[in-house]
């Protein structure tokens, strides 16, 4: 395997499904491959596993049956959206099962129907968002901004997700806070950090830096910055001087 790597050949494509740790099955969707524990590309990799090689997967579609009451939710909410005269299709752009968990992917321009339509369908009641977080994947072309919506329903005691991408271009979805005022401070925080702007927010700023702070910490692509520091006579650089994460 180790000579495999030498050669740039990543070991995961001659392994089995059942082989891989954390394995998304055939449906998954590899974006990237990682090399190094941080994919340092200038020899300041020092974790010790410089010769890393796997893969960055995302999961794919679900079929149904999705398993217990997976479906019941998802017919619930396909119906609710044709008695609305919106095709479920062209909301929800795909439906994920992975590690027992529900996400809904949800085209942007509607996801604040099937917000609503998840809040107050009595077959659904999912009443408390408990906040949005932002991912970046900035190999995930065309999609690199993903919000990730977590939705309790305390009448029928159940967790889904909504997720939502957006392109680095262009990095708009709607708000829901109108729907879920709570996520007030969540999308304030998420735009601090991930640059996702949130239309129809009543006062998008920044919560946790400066409000003149330049750029978006938690991307991927955010520099590490820091300042050179004296250790026992010896210079040791700032971070991004010494190892890169790109």
Aim: glycine fraction near 12%; charged fraction near 25%; aromatic fraction near 8%.
């Amino acid at each position: 395997m180790s000579e495999a790597n030498g050669n740039g050949v990543n070991p995961e494509k001659d392994l089995s499904a059942g082989n891989l740790p954390g394995r998304r099955g055939e449906g998954g969707e590899e974006i990237r491959v990682q090399r190094g524990m941080f994919g340092a590309n200038n020899g300041g990799d020092t974790s010790g596993y410089g010769g890393l090689v796997r893969s960055v997967r995302l999961p794919g579609p679900a079929s149904r049956p999705y398993g217990g009451w997976f479906d019941e939710v998802a017919d619930e909410l396909e119906g609710a959206l044709e008695e609305q005269g919106l095709l479920p299709e062209n909301a929800i752009e795909k439906t994920v099962v992975d590690r027992d968990e529900l996400t809904f992917h949800i085209e942007r321009e509607h996801l604040v129907r099937v917000a609503r339509t998840l809040r107050d369908d009595p077959a659904l009641r999912f009443e408390l968002c408990t906040g949005v977080s932002g991912v970046h994947y900035p190999n995930d072309t065309g999609r690199e901004l993903h919000a990730v919506y977590h939705l309790r329903s305390i009448t029928h005691n159940r967790v889904i997700r909504l997720e939502v991408s957006a392109p680095d271009a262009d990095p708009r979805i709607p708000s829901l806070f109108e729907v879920y005022p709570t996520n007030d401070w969540h999308e304030r925080e998420t735009y601090d950090f991930f640059g996702i702007v949130f239309d129809g927010h009543p006062a998008l700023t920044r919560i946790m830096m400066p409000d003149d702070w330049q750029g978006h910490p938690q991307r991927k692509d955010y520099p590490l910055g820091g300042i050179p520091v004296e250790y026992k006579g010896a210079q040791i650089p700032a971070p991004d001087q010494r190892r890169s994460y790109s």
